[in-house]
């Protein structure tokens, strides 16, 4: 059973920063495309930032220049590096990738979600 556990959440000032990390345990032969998704109170989930197994990137226009995504292939573990956080940002990030167990397809997977608030 492939699972997502991502860590790092909490609680941070406006313009601090915050790093979360996402990592796949379970049968894992590989994974393609891992993302960062937020949704906050009343919004709808959004995509905040993408990373290929080749390493090219996407970001929301929201976060580009303040938040960087990674990816460590070997330790299947994904990084969302979130600076110059603003209020604006606080939701709860989710952690989302397609993974293969095996020769077979893709399935998509998510994560349980952690709370970021940017808050004085």
């Known amino acids: 059973q492939v699972q997502l556990v991502e860590s790092g959440g909490g609680l941070v000032q406006p313009g601090g920063s915050l790093g979360l990390s996402c990592a796949a345990s379970?049968?894992?032969?590989?994974?393609?495309?891992m993302g960062w998704y937020r949704q906050a109170p009343g919004k709808q989930r959004e995509l905040v930032a993408a990373?290929?197994?080749?390493?090219?990137?996407n970001y929301a226009d929201s976060v580009k220049g303040r938040f960087t995504i990674s990816r460590d292939n070997a330790k299947n573990t994904g990084y969302l590096q979130m600076n110059s956080l603003k209020p604006e940002d606080t939701a709860v990030y989710y952690c989302?990738?397609?993974?293969?167990?095996?020769?077979?397809?893709?399935?998509?997977?998510w994560g349980q979600g952690t709370q970021v608030t940017v808050s004085s």
């Open positions: 989302n990738a397609d993974i293969r167990t095996d020769w077979g397809p893709y399935h998509n997977y």
């Open positions: 379970g049968k894992i032969f590989s994974i393609n495309v």
């Open positions: 990373i290929f197994s080749g390493g090219s990137t």
